[in-house]
């Protein structure tokens, strides 16, 4: 940086007068900045206006705050309901996908056996179909095995179709391990399985940080699966209820109730998100660059 | 030692292969075969009917219309948003570093949403009446450029389209600075020296360098225009309006199957899609490969 600085004074660079910097790049990544983030501060905004100023003057402050809203959108719009479900689904699911998913990455990644490639591959392959081909049949064994629309259910398949890429990308982590700690853990007598959850796992802990952030949002956003196999409103998770309050013609007329709950589903992933942004950035590329 | 080794194995691997088999691979297999039935989910009543499904697809205008704007936004999603994730990246490399991370953390907001969350904020700001776009559109006095954004068949896809470009440009502007800072900070200025420009410069080094990025990311980028189901379904009128306007794929096959019982017509749309998404991967895949080739 320094370097590319001091470059244009020294005397080989030929023109000496005063360099203007450039105008175009801070406007072109401010305009960005803004098409961002306008809309998502409107929205915040909007939640705290009567219905009237909303209807009436999109882009005035309200002249109040109406915190009413966010208390009507939380109980009378089921909201924190949906919240809590949200976090029971996505809670047990992250648990058993980061349990699975790191048993099975180390097994193949550690242990040479007959087949156990063909595993691997019977993993990677299911990232690449789209979940669109399973969902007919999907429902009918969800429906089958009597877990339509129950907690149980809903936990079981979104780990089945989070547990393939958490294989992908611990599998490669786990193979860039030094053995020679692991080593040492079987000499002192150590279990295969104690090996696993004393001495590899704790080792493994950046990558299981970043899988889990990206494996927690891809969860926490999840929409196609609750659709189709959470059908009980009472058990609606909270991109499933959102979307069904939005088009629900008894909430129609309730904009600023809509604009809080709207608000109230974003907002809490944008704090935990400004707080532990490098890591949150670092986890959700880390699949992409791999 | 030999004993535990087996017990540790089929402990670590079991389970989660049950789980794999029973609710990813199972369905998946099940599908193709639903595809040459005409199932409508009574149990032992699904008649085979081979390729009778596939035929009626080519005829079928709804589902045509669908492959036409999955189609529209494969073609102009991933390269609007790739195009401006390299400009915008390539802007951060020049800036100071206190700002550049202050643009970094609001670019990637959208990421964190659902999709969900962003159909229904979109739907608030196309809104025609009380929306953030019209609304600001007659405050600078181009009022006469309101539209109803979502219900004008012209305008529909184009809005569908913003909003998909709009959620994903933060990621690949993470996504692709971080494969530039990676790139040695000799070449620039080795560029600089010889006098190449800015574009040049762009062209000729940070590009070529960050290939493998944008391969990656036309391959997301791809299967997610394959897909434009969340936002469709949730923001666009019908869902899928007006008059097929924005309808989708996945919409059609969630429509078919959950709204019409037809199991096995639907299987076939999800068979069409699978072959789509594949055929977009090999062709990723296959250039990917060459490019490798010329560089070596």
Redesign the interface.
């Known amino acids: 940086?320094t370097?590319?600085q001091a470059?244009p004074t020294s005397p080989v660079a030929a023109p000496a007068a005063p360099k203007r910097p450039n105008p175009l790049?801070?406007l072109?990544?401010f305009c960005?900045?803004v098409?961002?983030?306008?809309?998502?501060l409107?929205?915040v905004v909007?939640s705290f206006k009567t219905d009237d100023e909303?209807?009436n003057s999109?882009?005035s402050l309200p002249a109040s705050p109406q915190f009413d809203n966010w208390a009507r959108a939380w109980t009378a719009a089921s909201i924190g309901r949906y919240f809590f479900n949200s976090l029971i689904v996505v809670g047990g699911a992250l648990l058993l996908t980061m349990l699975?998913?790191s048993?099975?990455a180390?097994?193949?990644a550690r242990?040479e056996?007959r087949g156990n490639r063909l595993?691997y591959y019977?993993?990677v392959a299911?990232m690449?179909?789209?979940v669109?081909?399973?969902?007919?049949?999907?429902?009918?064994?969800?429906q089958q095995l009597g877990l339509l629309g129950t907690y149980p259910g809903l936990i079981?398949?979104y780990?089945?179709?989070a547990?393939?890429f958490t294989?992908f990308f611990l599998h490669s982590f786990f193979r860039t391990l030094p053995s020679e700690i692991a080593e040492a853990a079987?000499l002192d007598g150590c279990?295969?399985?104690a090996v696993?959850f004393r001495v590899m796992l704790p080792l493994a802990r950046p990558g299981l940080v970043a899988v889990g952030i990206f494996n927690f949002?891809g969860l926490?956003?999840?929409?196609?699966l609750p659709?189709?196999l959470n059908p009980d409103p009472d058990r609606y998770v909270?991109?499933?209820g959102?979307?069904a309050l939005?088009?629900s013609q008894g909430y129609r007329s309730d904009?600023s109730g809509?604009?809080a709950g709207?608000t109230i589903?974003?907002l809490p992933?944008?704090i935990a998100?400004?707080a532990f942004?490098r890591h949150?950035?670092a986890g959700?590329?880390a699949g992409?660059?791999k | 030692m030999k004993h535990g080794r087996w017990r540790f194995l089929l402990g670590a691997l079991v389970p989660a292969l049950v789980l794999h088999v029973v609710f990813v691979l199972s369905p998946y297999a099940q599908a193709f075969w639903l595809s040459l039935t005409d199932w409508t989910g009574v149990a032992g009543e699904a008649q085979f009917v081979g390729a009778d499904n596939y035929v009626r697809l080519g005829g079928d205008s709804l589902f045509l219309d669908a492959v036409r704007n999955n189609a529209l936004l494969l073609l102009v999603v991933p390269l609007v948003t790739i195009a401006l994730g390299l400009f915008l990246a390539s802007m951060l490399r020049t800036s100071s570093s206190r700002l550049g991370q202050g643009y970094r953390i609001v670019y990637f907001f959208p990421q964190l949403l659902s999709l969900v969350v962003i159909a229904v904020l979109w739907s608030f700001v196309y809104n025609p009446n009380t929306g953030l776009l019209n609304s600001g559109l007659r405050a600078v006095g181009l009022g006469a450029m309101a539209q109803s954004w979502l219900a004008e068949p012209a305008f529909a896809l184009v809005a569908v389209m913003v909003v998909l470009i709009w959620s994903s440009v933060g990621f690949y502007v993470v996504l692709f600075s971080a494969a530039i800072e990676g790139i040695p900070r000799e070449l620039f200025e080795a560029a600089l020296l010889d006098g190449a420009g800015k574009w040049a410069t762009f062209s000729r080094v940070t590009l070529p360098l960050v290939r493998e990025s944008v391969q990656v990311a036309f391959v997301y980028l791809g299967i997610a225009a394959l897909d434009a189901f969340a936002v469709v379904q949730v923001m666009t009128v019908g869902p899928g309006g007006p008059d097929g306007a924005t309808e989708v794929i996945g919409l059609s096959l969630y429509r078919t199957a959950f709204s019409y019982g037809k199991f096995g017509y639907a299987s076939a749309m999800g068979v069409a899609l699978f072959f789509a998404t594949l055929t977009l991967a090999v062709l990723a895949l296959r250039s990917g490969r060459k490019e490798r080739l010329e560089l070596a």
């Open positions: 940086m370097l590319l470059r790049p801070g072109a990544m960005w900045a098409v961002t983030a306008l809309p998502l409107w929205a909007s909303i209807l999109p882009w699975l998913g048993l099975v180390y097994a193949l242990y056996f595993i019977t993993f299911a690449f179909f789209p669109f081909l399973a969902l007919v049949p999907l429902f009918f064994v969800v079981l398949v780990a089945a179709y547990v393939p294989v079987v279990s295969h399985g696993f949002l926490w956003n999840q929409y196609l659709l189709v909270l991109a499933q959102l979307a939005s088009v904009w809509l604009f709207l589903a974003m992933v944008l998100y400004v942004q949150i950035r959700m590329t992409a660059v």
